[in-house]
């Protein structure tokens, strides 16, 4: 295995030519924000599903999936997901083979937004997709991980109550649901985290505002939760200090159990709806801050304070032998974007 992801990582380089200064790696086939991805085979296979495209309307939303071959450095269009309707702020993992896609919202055209319970799971070998049990607790913008290639963790989220604190956990295997401990902080929507070594980290995201304020404001937190070696639904917490850099709402994180840390980049300083729209009216840009938390190490490090090209809006970092990625989401200028770019680690 070893020797074939060398190989890999050897045509990976030399088809898509890494420059001095930044990474390229070649587009979606589409530009999508709001998108789900997932990763299988260790990295080697990426995957966005869903989001909205470069106008940003409820008839932008769309049901494809992508799929990217990190040994052909290619990507092609893989079985859109079932429904009537695309959903935007989904999230997904990669367990058992299989791609789990879990909630999300939908929109219409009076700009109505309806969070769903559906729970869709994608069969690459046979190019299939198969009903999951119903999340219990529907939710979006949620945050999620993944234990002993089994064990799905969704984490926050918007309900259509509000934003939740909730831990919910699939179970890949026996296609059940059960409930967590919950994190004991505020209730939050658009919150980042991952899972690394059987290690939660959860940071900030956007709570509900005081009456004649904005609708959410952002809160600014941060949680480690140990899971229990023998129930996967036992969670220790425990509270973090200020992790670095300033922005508090749609940081894209993920897990990664061979680097022992979990990674953060991008987000905006104010919470805003799909369109990069503000909810205090204030404009919404990107931060261009990469840091990650330590899971050995229990602390937080700075990776970047300037990172190239940095997202708002990616729903998530995947890790690949060749680094940790995001795909699409929106850049400086709030334009919806195609771009796969492979963040800093070190």
Not at 109 to 132: F, I, K, M
Not at 167 to 172: A, K, M, N, P
Not at 299 to 306: A, F
Request: aromatic fraction near 8%; charge should be neutral.
């Amino acid at each position: 295995m070893k020797k074939f992801l060398f190989l890999v990582i050897l045509l990976f380089s030399a088809v898509v030519g890494f420059g001095a200064n930044e990474k390229k790696l070649p587009p979606m086939p589409a530009a999508v924000s709001g998108n789900a991805v997932a990763s299988l085979k260790d990295g080697l296979e990426l995957f966005s599903m869903m989001g909205v495209g470069p106008r940003k309307t409820w008839d932008d939303v769309t049901s494809q999936m992508y799929i990217m071959n990190l040994a052909h450095a290619s990507w092609t269009e893989g079985r859109q997901v079932p429904g009537v309707v695309g959903r935007l702020n989904a999230v997904a993992a990669g367990a058992r083979g299989l791609v789990v896609l879990i909630g999300g919202y939908v929109v219409d055209a009076q700009g109505g937004e309806l969070t769903v319970s559906d729970v869709n799971v994608y069969d690459p070998g046979r190019r299939q997709w198969s009903r999951g049990q119903d999340i219990p607790f529907p939710v979006d913008s949620a945050v999620v991980g993944v234990t002993h290639d089994r064990f799905v963790y969704v984490m926050g989220g918007r309900s259509p109550g509000g934003p939740v604190n909730n831990i919910q956990v699939y179970d890949v295997e026996k296609n059940s649901w059960s409930q967590a401990t919950p994190f004991p902080g505020t209730p939050v929507f658009g919150l980042s985290g991952g899972v690394a070594d059987g290690s939660i980290v959860i940071v900030d995201g956007a709570q509900k505002g005081d009456p004649g304020g904005p609708r959410y404001v952002a809160c600014e937190q941060g949680w480690l939760g140990k899971i229990d070696h023998k129930d996967p639904n036992k969670i220790e917490w425990s509270k973090l200090p200020a992790h670095p850099g300033a922005a508090r709402f749609g940081i894209a994180g993920g897990g990664s159990d061979r680097d022992h840390r979990i990674f953060f980049s991008g987000g905006t300083p104010t919470p805003h709806d799909f369109k990069g729209a503000a909810y205090d009216g204030q404009p919404a840009t990107a931060s261009e801050v990469t840091f990650a938390y330590d899971v050995h190490g229990h602390k937080w490090e700075t990776i970047s304070e300037t990172t190239y090209d940095p997202r708002a809006d990616s729903h998530g970092i995947l890790v690949t032998p060749i680094g940790p990625v995001v795909l699409g989401g929106m850049v400086k200028n709030l334009a919806v974007t195609a771009r796969v770019t492979q963040l800093p680690k070190k």
